[in-house]
């Protein structure tokens, strides 16, 4: 298995967010983990606009591999401030390199959530040990 940041905050639907501690404005992605679980990722796309609030929890987007295709979850509330569209344009990125060039998109957040996990949890959920 992938390591584990641990300076990242992760959620159980297999994103992660970075940038908590440094401000209000967070960068959201999925996991090396999910990323493996997927397979070769072959389309991304975020729902939302730049400048459309979401809630945390809510759809905002899809991933698509070669086995199928799974909902992106925003993992905080807030505005969407930013779209990588490096990742849609070449969703491999989510392969290669997730906790990198391959983030989905960035919130600034309006409320910090409570139920994030730290990357000692995030482990334990992924080993099947939650």
Known sequence: MSTIPDDLSYTKEHEWVAGLEDGRTVTVGITAYAAEQLGD??????????????????AVGEVESTKSVSDIFAP????????????????????????????????RVE???????SAAEYAALTSGES
Do not use: C, Q
């Not at 606009?49 to 809510?58: F, Q, R, Y």
């Not at 409320?111 to 996990?117: A, C, I, T």
């Open 41 to 58: 990722v072959v389309y991304v796309e975020v729902h939302s606009e730049v400048g459309a609030t979401i809630a945390a929890g809510d």
């Open 76 to 107: 905080v509330g807030g505005e969407i401030v930013e779209i990588n569209s490096a990742v849609v344009d070449n969703p491999s990125l989510v392969n290669s390199d997730p906790y990198g060039e391959g983030w989905l998109f960035r919130v």
């Open 111 to 117: 409320e910090e959530p409570d139920d994030l996990l």
